[in-house]
């Protein structure tokens, strides 16, 4: 009868450390972690797409816009730069790396804006099929991309404000002290300022 009722007793200590340690947040950092993880990947994806369309409009562009070069130039020297500078999800809680990653997809960004707007000089590139679908290809992947960076700020916050609230703060200072807050993206230079529209 002892010996059942140490078993009875041990058996119900396993449980309520089980449940205490499920209900005590100890998943919850890792968890935010690669949510945050998984929408930078997104980002990522979303930029590749871009960077993967670039060189089709670049080529139907210079059909029709030869006197264009400073302007093509300028995309295609963005588009390197942009591919170029890589950042991984260990990364991520550096600063700096995420700007030189957000500025040179900035640089790209503007000079596909000139690109555009070179378009608007030439009535047949307006109106050939596949500039068109590029160009929308291109307007949509914009939207994703903005939809993807706007989740992995969201993630980011969740994920940040994990380590500094209780009761996940306890594991974040004891088994998670390695784990720093991830950086976000910032608006761009400019950003709050509307376009100006000239006819």
Do not use: H
């Not at 400019?190 to 100006?196: I, M, N, Y």
């Amino acid at each position: 009868m002892a010996l059942n009722f140490s078993r009875l007793r041990a058996a119900f200590a396993a449980l309520a450390l089980g449940l205490s340690v499920a209900g005590c947040g100890y998943n919850t950092i890792p968890t935010a972690e690669e949510n945050a993880k998984a929408k930078w990947a997104d980002v990522q994806n979303q930029y590749q797409r871009r960077a993967d369309l670039i060189p089709n409009l670049v080529a139907t562009v210079q059909g029709y816009a030869k006197q264009e070069k400073d302007v093509l130039t300028s995309v295609i020297e963005a588009r390197s730069k942009a591919t170029s500078v890589k950042i991984d999800a260990s990364q991520l809680t550096d600063p700096e790396k995420v700007k030189q990653f957000q500025d040179a997809q900035n640089q790209l960004s503007g000079a596909l804006g000139r690109l555009i707007a070179v378009s608007e000089a030439y009535p047949d590139l307006k109106s050939n099929q596949n500039f068109l679908a590029l160009q929308s290809q291109l307007e949509g992947t914009e939207n994703r991309i903005a939809v993807a960076r706007r989740d992995y700020v969201s993630a980011v916050r969740d994920y940040n404000l994990t380590l500094s609230t209780f009761p996940s703060i306890i594991w974040a200072k004891t088994i998670f002290s390695g784990n720093k807050p991830m950086a976000t993206f910032t608006a761009a230079e400019g950003a709050d300022k509307p376009p100006q529209v000239k006819f």
